[in-house]
């Protein structure tokens, strides 16, 4: 089976400028993730998807971060404008019904803000 | 707040060695915890707890959780250089039951 696939795998942008990931969950999983991992740090989740609809979006910086979930299956979280605080992994996840232990992670986004 | 706290943060044993990491946790409607290996990529599933006192294994990984006093452990015997990795514990709660993670245990495992 497929893991979850994400892209790019790094990128380097200048503060103030936008960024944009891309998530591919696995096939058929309804729930999709997008967590934020600063060095040192355990994952933080920013926004869950059920299907295309958000089950929980409240750590999420709404006044720079956004996300969306099409037809259910890709995903893409976008940061506009990045600051330097944003530098980060950012790791998408995937389960089949929304059961935590079912999460699958995928490689993540390393972001550098300059 | 949810919070989960690991300690020790970092430790360097030499190959053979046991080690125990621990975790507490104070959350709100407290569902499981769950632990995971992290090399230099995405998370893996070891374990997910829901019952205390009931111990779950995997090979020489082994975890066990006390719900009366909010900790888990996580144990590694005779360890080998490929369990050197940062270890972490995340709890499934809150209004959500979404998932908190700790900072991780960076475990070094010298041959």
């Known amino acids: 089976e497929a893991g979850v696939a994400q892209s790019p795998r790094y990128k380097i942008i200048e503060k103030r400028q936008s960024v944009a990931f891309w998530c591919n969950p696995i096939?058929?999983?309804?729930?999709l993730y997008w967590y934020q991992q600063i060095l040192g740090q355990g994952p933080k989740l920013l926004i869950q998807f059920q299907n295309n609809g958000v089950v929980d979006d409240s750590q999420l910086p709404k006044d720079r971060f956004s996300a969306e979930r099409l037809k259910g299956v890709d995903s893409t979280l976008k940061i506009q404008p990045a600051k330097l605080e944003d530098s980060a992994v950012y790791l998408c996840a995937s389960s089949l019904d929304g059961g935590i232990y079912e999460q699958y992670f995928g490689p993540g986004t390393r972001l550098t803000v300059t | 707040e949810d919070k989960v706290v690991q300690s020790p943060l970092s430790l360097v044993v030499h190959e053979g060695d046991t080690v125990t990491l621990n975790c507490s946790y104070e959350?709100?409607?407290?569902?499981?915890l769950l632990w995971y290996k992290q090399e230099k990529k995405a998370p893996t599933f070891l374990f997910m707890l829901?019952?205390?006192?009931i111990e779950k294994k995997s090979g020489r990984l082994s975890s066990i959780l006390d719900k009366k006093e909010l900790f888990s452990i996580l144990n590694i015997t005779a360890t080998q250089t490929g369990d050197s990795a940062v270890y972490l514990c995340a709890v499934e709660g809150g209004s959500n039951y979404k998932l908190t993670f700790g900072k991780g245990t960076l475990l070094t495992v010298n041959p």
């Open positions: 959350v709100t409607n407290f569902r499981s």
């Open positions: 096939s058929g999983h309804a729930t």
């Open positions: 829901t019952s205390s006192g």
